[in-house]
């Protein structure tokens, strides 16, 4: 099979389950095609190549015996660098974390081995989840495998890579503030961010508590749906995930006649990008010749999203990056013998510029005298998009428009600038501070000089509404073909 | 805290203002108890005072990145329950705040406490001069590690103790002397240890105490507060409390500008007997204390309510009122007998099982706490002891019975302590059985009247009591097994037959 395009996941499973192929085949081709991309990509920090050959083996031996190996039976998969995968380095792309192996298996990747699936490799973010363009990261650079001197976007950028590379069928992000969404638009995937608390965060290294979500890249959103609720479902060891059990897959539809698609002004801004604005106007109309009813909406507090996210977002990451002090684990710097300098020296040395930027900006909108004029005032705007959100879907069933407001930018472009990186989440913000389940999946390429950069659409629903979101994915994922286009790196890798 | 001063309480029973020469004490208290939980506030892991450093931990609560706190409904209960035994009101809705400050015994960098909305508010202990101390609020956290700075270069971390739950009591300013302090400590702890919250053992850190201390001359603004930490036992207390008065008072009164009393903390030397700065104002931390989004707001509704009401026992104040009604005990017997919920437990099966209450409070303050006094035991080690509540009731009823005397009794009480067999066992093995069988008794009695006319004139002509010197020489022939009372109407009787 190595020199087949490759297979999706829910293909893959299919061929395991029915014997047509193995655990083991699969995972070894996952790893020949990871080692091929490796220095083109440098998306991976860790590769689990003995754990994932033993796991395929036991999978297979199980498997010869008749015993259901499970929905997801042999898929090999990456984690990001902020998962916890007992005995495997999590560093999160921080030298404050080099070495950093957990002691324990977060529960949505235990759900995923239950399932059958087998994970491979550690994939390279920005430093704990903190840019949007993978250039944060102490371990190097990824490059997107549709052009390799452009962002994959970020901060989860090894995995979008490794899947846009067609290395591993699937892979998990995490989606702060569009992590998962905007690599995958950039990368020509599916990336679906789910309801806050669908997915339990144990073993997921925190950056923004209130906002982080695990959410996986795979190439068709069926596939994302599948892995999705393989995860999801009440986890006791979070108390913020939501008390019910994984949500059904909603049947595939003949028509989208009733479905009511509200189209924000402000999705829309005079400065969008011009190929952006006319993908996804093209994918509107796709979706309204399908039977779908366009509903002009209005989110009025979205041009406060950014900054209520970078001020939200960076108070909660100033408490929650406070452990990475060198007692009990990480490397320690000396300092001058004293507790206070040991601490001091371990930060200064362990974290990057992006990082120490936001643990300043956070500590600053959380000390005393600033607080309510910066954090209490973020919590009511982030109360207002909310409800900006709540009134919008009065009117219409989905919300739909462009992820990213640009196709891929080239590396370098704007690292300097941190407010017009900053600017790379404004579309997908608003959706992480609402908490709503939000899915982006390919509408369409945009030429640049002899790259061909893909282009997504999002959509998102309502709070719990995660089946009707995906549900149109699949439904539109059948009248385009768009999501069957590989990177041109994917052709070398599987040749 | 409030701002005015106190005002309850009657001024008839406040203290003597010529004991600081016209200055009045302000006093407020912030004590830290220990809950009394199987496992600690946010993980699975138990708690043992003293057990190997790091080896009751998780990945929880050593702060392993992405590590989540779930909240032990257990801790929330007792919580609550401490709350209600204080006569407070719980919040039907309140939150975990972060408090964040960077400590090595602190492995996540912040404490998950309660800030601006904690479980419990009001109540408070009224002491015996009919003073209240009302509490401001109750709110529960989790405890740090333990940082240990004596072993050579290096601090050593010990995260047992991390993530046990705590609540933390906070009163008005209402306290107005050191004694008034040490009241209020001991009867928080009663009523803490009664309610099944906490043990409030002091020396195993499960109850912490806090001190702030000002003065003001009367009609006038409080001055500057001072915070008083390290302090280990209810008399360092009171006893901190009571220098830092003098200390705040000497320098109001030296007028003299060089010294001030600044807002700050200061540590409590017990052997120096002084209190020392430890930080001043300027140092304060600010603790950007924020919504913990790793856990849910605590919502409280009547049935939780109720099922915890129902779970706190008696509680000692009217255990005390029930003892000297129902049982008729004395109002010192009473305070003494309730003074640990073991040995009120202890004290109230003895005298159900012997019938006889003011006889089992005899015995239990007579023998056996005196006995655990010279052995510097405290009194809820009475469960401890090879003695059941049944085995005293036991030996009360042979005594009783007249089966013993008291001295043989005492004596049979002292084997059962030392080898836990029952009192009807041991008199047998002893050989302590009272003789009253009078035909023994009676030729002992006879043989004892020989040759003594004196004693047996001084009878005949009324004087009855003479007769208490035939009675030890019966008992020396009985070998101490004789009934004294017996012995004594014999004598009488056959005296009174004499010619």
Known sequence: ?495 | MSTTPATVGSAATAPDPARWKGWIPVIGLEVHCQLKTRTKLFCGCEYRFGAEPNTLTCAVCTAQPGALPVLNREALALAVRAGLALGAEIAPWSKFDRKNYFYCDLPKGYQISQFDRPYCKGGGITLANGHRIRLTRIHLEEDAGKAIHDRGAQTLVDLNRASVPLIESVTEADVRSPEEAHEYLDRLKEILQYAGASDCDMEKGSLRVDVNVSVHRPGEPWRKRVELKNLNSFRNVSAAIEHELARQIAIYESNDPSQQVVQETRLFDAQAGVTRSMRGKEEAHDYRYFPEPDLLPIEIDAAFLAEQRAALGELPEAKRARFQSELGLSEYDAGVLTSSPALSRWFEECARLCGSPKDAANWIQNEILRGLSAEQRPASAIAELRVTPAGLAELIGLAHKGTLNVPGARQVLRAMLETGKGAAALVQELGLEQVSDTGALEQWCREALVGKDKVIADVKAGKEKAIGALVGPVMKASKGKANPQVVTEILLRLVKELP
């Open chain 1, 1 to 495: 099979m190595s020199a087949r395009a490759p297979q999706g996941v829910l293909e893959l499973a299919a061929d395991v389950r029915a014997r047509r192929t193995n655990a083991v085949a699969a995972a070894e081709q996952a790893l020949a095609r990871l080692e091929k991309s490796r220095g083109a990509l440098n998306a991976v920090l860790a590769v689990d190549r003995d754990g994932a050959l033993a796991r395929a083996r036991e999978l297979d031996r199980r498997s010869a015996s008749g015993t259901d190996v499970g929905p997801l039976a042999g898929v090999p998969f990456a984690l990001k660098a902020n998962m916890c995968l007992a005995g495997v380095e999590a560093n999160c792309a921080s030298r404050v974390l080099a070495g950093y192996k957990p002691p324990y298996t977060a529960t949505f990747v235990q759900r995923l081995l239950d399932a059958g699936a087998n994970p491979i490799a550690i994939t390279n973010m920005d430093e704990f989840a903190m840019g949007s363009s993978g250039e944060n990261s102490a371990y190097g650079t990824t490059k997107n495998p549709w052009d390799l001197a452009r962002t994959p976007g970020g901060s989860s950028s090894g995995s979008a890579a490794l899947v846009a590379a067609g290395v591993v069928p699937f892979a998990l992000g995490s989606d702060t503030g569009g992590s998962v969404r905007q690599p995958a638009a950039l990368s020509n995937l599916a990336g679906y961010k789910p309801t806050y608390g669908r997915i339990s965060r144990y073993g997921l290294i925190a950056f923004a508590s209130s906002l982080d979500q695990v959410s996986p890249f795979a190439r068709s959103v069926a596939d994302v749906e599948l892995v999705t609720r393989t995860m999801c479902g009440h986890d006791e060891r979070d108390t913020t995930s939501l008390p019910e059990p994984a949500f059904d897959a909603a049947p595939d539809a003949d028509s989208l006649r009733g479905l009511r698609i509200g189209v924000p002004d402000e999705y829309f801004p005079a400065t969008l990008d011009a190929a952006v604005r006319a993908r996804t106007e093209e994918a509107l109309a796709v979706l309204e010749r399908a039977g779908a009813q366009l509903v002009r909406v209005s989110l009025p507090h979205s041009e406060h999203a950014i900054a209520t996210y970078y001020v939200v977002a960076t108070a909660e990451a100033s408490s929650n990056l406070a452990r990475y002090d060198g007692v009990r684990y990480g490397p320690r710097a000396a300092g001058d013998g004293s507790l206070q300098s040991m601490y001091a020296a371990t930060r200064a040395q362990g974290f990057g510029d992006e990082v120490k930027r936001r643990i300043l900006l956070g500590t600053y909108v959380l000390s005393s005298g600033y607080y309510d004029a910066w954090y209490r005032r973020a919590l009511k705007v982030r109360t207002l998009l909310l409800r900006d959100f709540e009134r919008a879907f009065e009117r219409c069933d989905i919300v739909a428009g462009p992820t990213s407001p640009t196709a891929a930018f080239k590396l370098g472009e704007k690292s300097d600038d941190p407010v017009a990186m900053y600017l790379s989440d404004v579309l997908t913000v608003p959706a992480s501070l609402a908490g709503l389940p939000a899915l982006s999946l390919p509408c369409g390429f945009v030429a640049d000089g002899a790259s061909r950069l893909p282009i997504g659409l999002q959509l998102i629903g309502p709070a719990r509404a995660d089946a009707r979101v995906l549900a149109l994915g699949r439904h539109y994922q059948k009248l385009t073909a768009f999501h069957g286009e590989l990177a041109p790196l994917a052709h070398e890798v599987a040749a």
